[in-house]
């Protein structure tokens, strides 16, 4: 497929490619939660999170030429053309591992999409004002479960600190700025990364504080998801997601 995204199609796919690669591995939990009650509340997150790649997607594929519609977009694509967050691809670990994972992403997603609301792109901000309350959600869950597990049993702090530490290298790609990031920014259709770190900092401290954990200090971040640069876990979650599309390309869902 001939794929050639001007800057503002990228920022949309961005945000596509979060949700719905996060949505792909959340959904790897199904009838393997903890208890029931949360393993239906994340596979619940995972079907929020695809649905908001669903909307975001069909948005982007209306403005290229030709246009492309979701399927096309989230299935046909390669590795090097998905431009999501790389902490989003990595495997889910245990519970602690996707949960510290789970906060970072929903802490600064909720603050992104808070200010889409007030996007110059009128469909952008109508898919944010519809995904900004199931963010909120999955935010307050994913903080209560960091504050549960840090500040309970010794084993579950153990594991919370160690996801922390794993985790945190990849927090600094959030507030990257790149060509369509900061297009967005000019155009006024999206916050500038960097704009959201001190209150994405500021609300990450006080959890981590009130659960007894410590934050890392590094002076290296992971780079390179927003241009298509991943894990080596990347084409593994790709070629579960696409494979069935692939095989019966003219198939009607």
């Known amino acids: ?10 920022h949309l796919l961005h945000l596509a490619d979060n949700a719905l690669i996060l949505g792909q591995r959340l959904s790897e939990w199904c009838g393997h939660g903890p208890v029931l009650e949360q393993d239906i509340a994340i596979i619940n997150t995972a079907l929020d999170q695809i649905g908001q ?16 519609d979701e399927d096309q977009l989230a299935f046909f694509r390669t590795e090097n053309q998905f431009l999501n967050f790389t902490m989003l691809e990595l495997p889910n670990g245990d519970w602690a591992q996707t949960l510290v994972r789970q906060f970072f992403f929903d802490t600064y997603n909720y603050l ?22 199931e963010i909120g959600y999955h935010a307050q869950f994913s903080a209560e479960w960091v504050i549960r597990m840090g500040d309970g049993t010794e ?4 594991r919370a600190q160690d996801a922390v530490d794993r985790l945190w290298p990849y927090t600094g790609e959030f507030f990257e700025s790149d060509g369509f990031s900061a297009e967005a920014a000019v155009r006024r259709a999206a916050p500038l990364p960097s704009d959201l770190q001190p209150h ?3 609300k990450v401290d ?10 890392p200090v590094l002076q290296w971040f992971q780079t390179g998801g927003r241009k298509g640069q991943h894990t080596e876990h990347m084409g593994y979650i790709l070629a579960e997601l696409q494979f069935l599309p692939r095989l019966h390309p003219e198939a009607q869902w």
């Open 200 to 202: 994405w900092e500021e």
């Open 155 to 158: 084993e579950s702090h153990k």
């Open 206 to 215: 006080a959890v981590l504080v009130e659960a007894g954990l410590k934050k």
């Open 1 to 10: 497929m001939e794929f050639s995204p001007d800057l503002r199609t990228q």
């Open 112 to 133: 992104q999409y808070e200010r889409l609301t007030e996007s110059s792109d009128p469909a952008l901000r109508a898919i944010a004002g519809k995904a900004l309350k």
């Open 53 to 68: 790649a669903r909307m975001l997607y069909q948005h982007a594929g209306k403005g290229m030429n030709p246009a492309l």
